[in-house]
């Protein structure tokens, strides 16, 4: 069976609303039967079940709604953290270069290769839920060999001032992609989401309507427009896995560009 996080956007859409609606004209059926059968409708008033309904859909829409925008925040946070970490290796880089040789050239080449193991290994340990330390250990390198340095003129005492900013900068980013990457909706939330949208649709079951394709086609219009929100909150859910996830690309523009910096 494929995994979920290697289903196309598009088919994953399809299916969840297809698997929404088909749950909800079951549920509909079977309510209707046993309604009928028991009486149910011929005691329910459609005016205090709409009440009932309409308060039922504008709380589960604010708690839906509330969710799907901490999740589309949670996926800008990854996306913004991982663009910043991309820029300033560049500017780390650059600071590098002002080193005296053989230190600039030990110094730039552990950029360019902590940005290769971004790129080949971290990234593809963050899609799985995991956390690679290579680039801890090159970065630890390059701090022990920043701070051994003594600055013999007052040129070198600005450059490695700013070397040294740009580190601390550069390993703050790196700890935000790095927290990024364990960004969820925690398993309460999915409950309540989940719970919600069965409350939501079953809701609307309990409307006493003559017409049994015409009540399917409203249970429908209801269960896809959950089912779309559900289905958005379940790929922004985590960032850096599935096929909509966030790509190296910043990482790999950075590294190409990093050859042509002087």
Request: net charge neutral; charged share 15%; glycine share 6%.
């Amino acid at each position: 069976m494929k995994h979920l996080d290697d289903i196309p956007v598009w088919l994953f859409a399809l299916l969840t609303v297809v698997a929404f609606d088909v749950t909800a004209l079951v549920g509909l059926v079977c309510t209707r039967r046993l309604g009928h059968a028991f009486g149910l409708y011929a005691r329910l008033d459609n005016n205090t079940v709409g009440w009932i309904f309409s308060a039922i859909l504008v709380m589960y829409a604010i708690a839906i709604g509330l969710i799907a925008i901490a999740t589309w925040g949670n996926a800008s946070t990854a996306s913004a953290a991982a663009s910043q970490e991309a820029s300033h290796i560049v500017t780390l880089y650059r600071t590098l270069s002002g080193y005296p040789e053989p230190l600039r050239s030990d110094f730039t080449g552990s950029v360019r290769k902590y940005t290769q193991s971004v790129i080949q290994t971290a990234w593809p340990a963050q899609q799985r839920g995991e956390v690679n330390e290579k680039g801890t250990e090159i970065l630890l390198k390059v701090g022990l060999r920043i701070l051994e340095f003594e600055p013999a003129t007052g040129g070198q005492s600005i450059v490695h001032a700013e070397a040294l900013s740009a580190f601390n900068t550069l390993v703050e980013l790196r700890r935000r992609r790095i927290e990024a990457t364990s960004y969820a909706v925690p398993a309460t939330l999915w409950v309540v989401v989940l719970i919600g949208a069965a409350l939501s649709i079953f809701a609307s079951y309990l409307f006493n309507v003559e017409s049994l394709l015409a009540q399917s086609l409203l249970t429908m219009l209801l269960a896809s427009m959950i089912a779309l929100l559900v289905f958005f909150i379940a790929t922004t859910d985590h960032p850096y896995r599935g096929v909509n996830a966030i790509k190296p690309r910043a990482y790999e523009i950075v590294l190409r560009n990093l050859t042509d910096i002087p």
